[in-house]
């Protein structure tokens, strides 16, 4: 067992967190190998985008779950709990067992990248569980993700943008060709709305993948069923899934019926995702700018006429005065913040980015003060919308609920928020 337990396993992450990102797979797959292979004891659904990924997982999983299937979700980052990365039939992991199983990893003798011990821990543990199914997050890019390990029956790539150009290429056609990695010969690929420049890409490494490639508004639509998932965003990630669920339904022998399909896309649950929590809060893990668009499109449907205050904290190695244009037209306020990662702004920064866009733009260093001063802004029937970093939202979620945090907080080295 790792040293210590579920505390001995998150010290160990903290600890291999410095290696930083050494994309490959060589290693995982050894040390998989050395385990005896588990993620080839469960079909895969692998996922991979830039935006709306973990949504997309979420709702597949959900339906296949609906649908009778013993499951296993995998996602990435987590936003209070490391154990949150890993659910079985919808049940968090249990940490003390992710550290039993962590040993077995340890005796591989690999060593291993935060994100690869992750992924083998999550391969581990649904194989131990007699799980039928995994829907699997990518990581980061996909080509090289440790996730693509993995032994998938279909795989999906919902958007294209730029992101983490410094691992992925400065391109969109780039970045594409490093997420049609994820591609397998005869195994069918479904594809949300693309630049042009990166669909065609994702259409050549299709054709020399060998893999039957599916594309939204061309060879499937909108999915008729609604969404627990608030914003007009999750109609085209409900399709995506929709249409997963039913290539894994296939490749398994379940029929995914109409009535199955409605049930799980009605009961999906996705903390941090323009997530409404008591009445005044709304969180969303917008991080870059197309996720701030996405937010932009639907907080006019979900505010009404309530008026809006933005609690935002957003990192060093994002475009916050794009992300900032882009939210401060649906707000009244912004209050900015600094979540507890190293790499966020300082909030002096980001409100002096915000305050040519909006008369109403604070700074507040702590961000429960921040959270009770967002509200105070927002008033009586007013709406405060936490966003612009996971870390952030993660941290107030579970203030606000009273959720257990990690006793030591970890993740990855290169954390999309």
Avoid at 290 to 304: E, F, Y
Wanted: glycine share 10%.
């Amino acid at each position: 067992m790792t040293g210590g337990g579920y505390a001995g396993l998150l010290a160990r992450l903290a600890g291999v967190r410095a290696l930083g990102v050494d994309l490959g797979l060589d290693r995982v797959r050894l040390a998989l190998a050395r385990l005896g292979d588990p993620q080839a004891r469960f079909a895969a659904v692998q996922i991979a985008g830039t935006n709306g990924k973990g949504s997309t997982a979420a709702m597949t999983e959900a339906v296949l779950r609906a649908a009778g299937l013993r499951t296993g979700l995998y996602s990435s980052p987590h936003l209070a709990r490391f154990t949150e990365r890993i659910r079985v039939d919808g049940a968090e992991a249990d940490g003390a067992r992710l550290a039993e199983l962590d040993s077995r990893i340890v005796a591989t003798e690999v060593p291993l990248t935060y994100f690869e011990i992750a992924t083998a821990l999550a391969f581990l543990a649904m194989a131990e569980a007699g799980v039928e199914i995994a829907v699997l997050e990518t990581g980061l890019g996909g080509r090289l993700d440790a996730v693509t390990a993995c032994v998938p029956c279909a795989t999906a790539i919902t958007s294209i943008g730029l992101d983490h150009t410094d691992y992925l290429g400065d391109t969109l056609a780039a970045i594409a060709r490093e997420k049609a990695g994820i591609l397998k010969p005869g195994v069918p690929c479904f594809v949300g709305r693309l630049p042009p420049e990166a669909g065609d890409e994702i259409e050549r490494a299709a054709e020399a993948a060998g893999a039957p490639l599916f594309r939204f508004g061309r060879d499937f639509g909108p999915t008729p069923f609604a969404t627990a998932l608030d914003g007009a965003h999750q109609r085209e990630n409900a399709a995506l899934a929709a249409q997963l669920a039913r290539a894994a339904g296939r490749h398994l022998g379940r029929k995914i019926d109409d009535r199955t399909m409605a049930r799980g896309l009605a009961e999906v649950a996705w903390p941090g995702r323009c997530e409404r929590v008591g009445d005044d809060l709304l969180f969303d893990c917008a991080h870059n700018a197309d996720g701030a668009q996405a937010l932009a499109a639907t907080l006019p449907a979900l505010a009404g006429d309530r008026r809006v205050v933005l609690l935002v904290s957003i990192v060093g190695d994002k475009d916050a005065a794009s992300m900032l244009a882009t939210l401060a037209p649906a707000a009244a306020a912004i209050v900015a913040t600094r979540s507890d990662n190293q790499r966020a702004l300082p909030a002096a920064a980001l409100a002096a980015t915000a305050a040519p866009l909006i008369a109403d733009a604070i700074a507040c260093d702590d961000p429960i003060v921040a959270l009770a001063e967002a509200r105070r802004r927002a008033g009586p029937g007013g709406l405060v919308v936490v966003c612009g970093s996971m870390f952030l939202v993660g941290m107030l979620r579970a203030h606000v609920l009273d959720e257990p945090v990690d006793p030591v907080p970890t993740s990855d080295p290169v954390a999309r928020p």
